[in-house]
């Protein structure tokens, strides 16, 4: 079992920034990828970025250039820096992790809100 905790979401006003934390505990040794989602009101889950195990990163094209996704083994933790934040990245934002099997666990979501 792995746990993801995120952690991080709020409040910021567009062109601002925040950094959200994904904090996983349990077999993090067998983790594979760890990805970050997210959910607006109405909308499907969509995929936002991505880290594999061996430090490979990918981007949604609508975060690209905005958004870094980055990794400290030290702490079991994964961040995403988001930066010139639009209102259309309010979303909950979700952490999943990846293990071999195709075995998923997803995070409780951490909402995140851009104001105009």
């Known amino acids: 079992q792995v746990q993801p905790v995120e952690s991080g979401g709020g409040l910021v006003q567009a062109g601002g920034s925040l950094r959200l934390s994904c904090a996983a505990s349990?077999?993090?040794?067998?983790?594979?990828?760890i990805s970050w989602y997210r959910q607006a009101p109405g909308k499907q889950r969509e995929l936002v970025a991505a880290i594999t195990s061996g430090g490979r990163t990918n981007y949604a094209d609508s975060v690209k250039g905005r958004f870094t996704i980055s990794r400290d083994n030290a702490k079991n933790t994964v961040y995403l820096q988001m930066n010139s934040l639009k209102p259309d990245d309010t979303a909950v934002y979700y952490c999943k992790a990846d293990r071999p099997g195709r075995l998923e666990y997803w995070g409780q979501g951490t909402q995140v809100t851009v104001s105009s």
């Open positions: 349990g077999s993090i040794f067998s983790i594979i990828a």
